[in-house]
């Protein structure tokens, strides 16, 4: 936070005049300083170095003459705070700033800054001196691990994974590339700079950052572990917003479809309990090349659209319809005079054929806050009310602003909530840090089908994840050509296990699990379905990313940042904390081999465990492809819901919870709100820290005392403990009720426990209220 603090101690009066320098000679003068940091002045530039945040220190070299301004990289409304631990002291010849996080060291003769963590080991140097000549030069030691800077659109070799060398350049892209004016190392640093784009050289222990855009340099380094630069990182840049619950549901998309046919798919999910909350349509939906039509339902392939009753018969089957937004619109109807006469078009753009009308269209500049302010106009709220309520943004990554597509999306952003209470919801075609705040998911771009391809989303989506890109999705099946049956099963498998959970293909491609026959239809029913019952797990996540900027999907080095097997792993990822997944993605594949990090691991189908550290051989159900390699960490908490055929379709009464107890305290933070709208921003949630540890032939659960203002329908936990058959259970001291056997406990109606047996072998069940601080002990037999 305190992003703007800037050079608050220029402003203040708190900067001195030292006499000028010469570009080589080093800052000798003592700085003025404050409780945060100190500012002086080197030769023309002023410059500042000031904490913002446990974790960050701030430099800024500002020239005479230039304004204080930011990019969209940085969060325009985040207020500042100070840091209420920071230790700020100046000895004459070098000036130390010092928080529980870092400690920063400016040497002044040198005209180096020096950054250590917490136990005082160096980790970055910043040359001060060449900041004032306008270079950002940074050292560390050569043999760090570096990511970030950018991802990999749909064509672009993946193969160097997510480890970053050489000439990598900070841009938005196209084609489902991610970007960001940010590198980080799992040694336990990072670096923002405030630029729309930017040309890194790292080689050689040294990180040189070219082809900013402003002349004031704005500088963020960054101490922690990966999680702990997440946060930083989304304090400087911006906290995403919850998506609504539904968008945690599978998402079906296709190009070629009318009304009838949009009814039939919907009425053949639910008959056959496959479970969906979302249908996005393609062109399909809008009156293309009508007046308003980028704005308007198509009345012909949808005539119970734009009356609203289409929407009242999804609303009844618990779907939820969305559609494509374009950039462009077309020149000769209303909206293009408007756009002509109010000067809304992209600069320097002739118009040119719509490849779908072949009418003249052009693009619009989103760049341009009249643009913004109009394209959420009566016309698109018309089709909100009617029941288009998420946003499939395309082709906004044709130009050379990294924020086209970011200010596309902001513009409805900020048009749906001053029009509405509901949540945004919305997927794009490129991402640039600052997007997230603006409710923005990015897919992956229009990729190929097959196995080649379907294994390439891996290291697209952790490069992604790696620049703060969380919500992540694709086209699952692939957008150019038919998969196979195989091909489409195990994809469905890949995608049940991502933040953003959808299928779609070209023109005329329908991606329904019966179109592939009954092996891959049973088998892509058995993944969706085992998603949507950890909806709770997912959605408890997705709260957590918006409070601490990381996301549902990690790569494993996130949390095994000191594992060099993990340096540059793609084949695995922590879904949550306590889930590894590693899917199938070789056609005819009969075993995999899976290196598990440290710890204690289970096989979620099988309950067979095994110790962390090593690499074991998974066995692939090569013809029923019915199996999906999952693995649950010792101290796992994992929140189930009953099945359902879309999300909120029943009251979530009780959630079964899964519980591996470990010698080390674990826990989960079991969250929940309305879904839809934003008042959990001012408190309206349900949140309830669950914890387990086992000491010996104990184990001790607790629920906390739950927060916030929101009521759920949930009363109780069941808890299915892993530890064994217990003798007795206690709660609060007091013996609980025990009963005959799980079922017996299921059809009672109120607390009490049972033991039994599952796939896990021996197990405890409790069932405990919810919303009530509780401490469960378990007595396990000697």
């Known amino acids: 936070m305190a992003r703007r603090m800037l050079a608050i101690a220029l402003a203040a009066g708190l900067m001195v005049s030292v006499p000028a320098l010469s570009a080589t000679a080093p800052a000798t003068a003592a700085a003025r300083v404050d409780t945060q940091g100190a500012a002086l ?14 974790g960050v220190v701030h430099v800024q070299a500002l020239p005479a003459g230039a304004a204080d301004a930011h990019t969209l990289v940085l969060d325009p409304h985040a207020k500042p705070t100070a840091v209420a631990d920071a230790r700020v002291h100046d000895d004459g010849a070098t000036l130390t700033l010092a928080s529980d996080r870092l400690t920063a060291i400016w040497r002044k003769r040198a005209g180096t800054l020096v950054l250590q963590d917490a136990q005082h080991h160096p980790l970055l140097t910043l040359d001060v001196t060449a900041l004032a000549r306008g270079h950002v030069v940074l050292s560390h030691a050569p043999g760090d691990a570096l990511y970030g800077i950018g991802g990999y ?63 004031a340099l704005d500088v963020y380094l960054m101490a922690g572990d990966p999680p702990q630069l997440f946060g930083e990182l989304a304090d400087l840049s911006g906290h995403a917003p919850l998506f609504p619950r539904w968008a945690n549901g599978f998402i079906n998309s296709q190009w070629g479809i009318d009304e009838n046919e949009f009814r039939q798919i919907v009425a053949t999910y639910r008959a056959r309990h496959i479970p969906i909350d979302v249908f996005t349509f393609d062109f399909d939906w809008k009156d293309w090349g009508k007046d308003w039509g980028e704005f308007s339902w198509n009345p012909v392939k949808f005539p119970d659209g734009p009356t609203g009753k289409l929407k009242v ?30 000067d809304l078009w992209l600069p320097g753009e002739k118009a040119s054929p719509d490849y779908f009308s072949h009418k003249p269209v052009k693009d619009l500049d989103f760049d341009k806050p009249a643009t913004r302010a109009w394209f959420f106009n009566a016309a698109l709220k018309h089709s909100f009310d009617t029941g288009i309520v998420g946003w499939w943004n395309d082709e906004a ?58 294994a390439a989303q891996r290291p697209r989506m952790l490069s992604a994840i790696d620049v703060g890109a969380m919500q992540w999705g694709m086209d699952g099946g692939g957008f150019n050509g038919h998969p196979s049956d195989e091909n489409y099963a195990r994809w469905i498998e890949f995608g049940a296990f991502t933040p953003i959970f959808r299928v779609h293909g070209v023109f005329g491609e329908k991606r329904q699990p019966w179109v592939y026959g009954p092996v891959a239809e049973k088998a892509a029913t058995a993944a969706i379905r085992l998603r949507y019952a950890l909806i709770p797990y997912i959605y408890s996540y997705e709260y957590r990313h918006h409070v601490d900027g990381v996301g549902l999907v990690r790569p494993l080095l996130f949390d095994w940042p000191r594992d060099p097997k993990l340096r540059n792993d793609i084949g695995s990822w922590l879904f949550g904390d306590y889930l590894l997944v590693s899917p199938v993605v070789r056609q005819g594949q009969r075993e995999k081999s899976i290196y598990l990090p440290a710890g204690e691991w289970t096989d979620w189908f099988s309950g067979k465990r095994y110790a962390g550290g090593q690499t074991i051989v998974h066995a692939t159900d090569a013809k029923g492809w019915s199996d999906i390699p999952l693995y649950i960490r010792a101290g796992a908490i994992i929140p189930l819901q009953p099945p359902m055929d879309y999300v909120g379709e029943k009251p979530l009464t009780e959630v079964a919870v899964e519980v591996f107890p470990a010698a080390r305290r674990s826990r989960f933070a079991y969250y929940d709100d309305d879904g839809s709208d934003y008042r959990y921003e ?49 709660d609060g001291g007091k013996a609980m009720a025990r009963l005959a056997g799980p079922d017996a406990l299921r059809a009672s109606k109120g607390e009490g426990w049972a033991t039994g047996r599952d796939r896990f072998g021996p197990v405890t069940y409790v069932r405990v209220a919810a919303a009530t601080a509780n401490r469960i002990r378990l007595t396990l037999p000697p």
């Open 682 to 730: 001012h408190g309206a949630y349900f949140l309830q820290t669950l914890s387990v540890q086992r000491h010996g032939r104990t184990v001790v659960f607790d629920t906390g005392a739950a927060t916030g203002s929101f009521r759920p329908a949930l009363r109780y936990y069941l808890l299915r403990i892993h530890a064994g058959a217990a003798a007795a259970v206690a």
């Open 313 to 342: 018969d999804m609303d009844a089957l618990g779907i939820h319809m969305t559609g494509i937004m374009k950039p462009r619109v077309h020149v000769d109807t209303v909206e293009g005079r408007y756009a002509t006469a109010h």
């Open 397 to 454: 990554d044709t130009t050379k602003s990294d924020t086209q597509f970011l200010n596309m999306q902001r513009a409805i952003y900020d048009g749906q909530r001053a029009y509405s209470k509901l949540r945004v919801w919305s997927i794009n075609r490129d991402f640039w840090l600052g997007a997230q705040r603006y409710a923005y998911g990015l897919w992956s771009g229009d990729i190929q089908t097959g196995f080649a391809s379907m």
């Open 41 to 54: 002045r080197l030769g023309a530039e002023q410059v500042s170095i000031r904490l913002d945040g446990p």
């Open 153 to 215: 659109d749909k064509d672009q070799d993946a193969s160097a994974g997510l480890l970053r060398s050489g000439r990598q350049v900070a841009k938005a892209g196209e084609q489902g590339h991610a970007g960001a004016p940010f590198v980080w190392s799992t040694a336990g640093y990072g670096v923002l700079v405030d630029s729309d784009g930017a040309t890194y050289t790292l080689k050689d222990g040294r990180i040189d950052i070219a082809g900013l855009s402003k002349p």
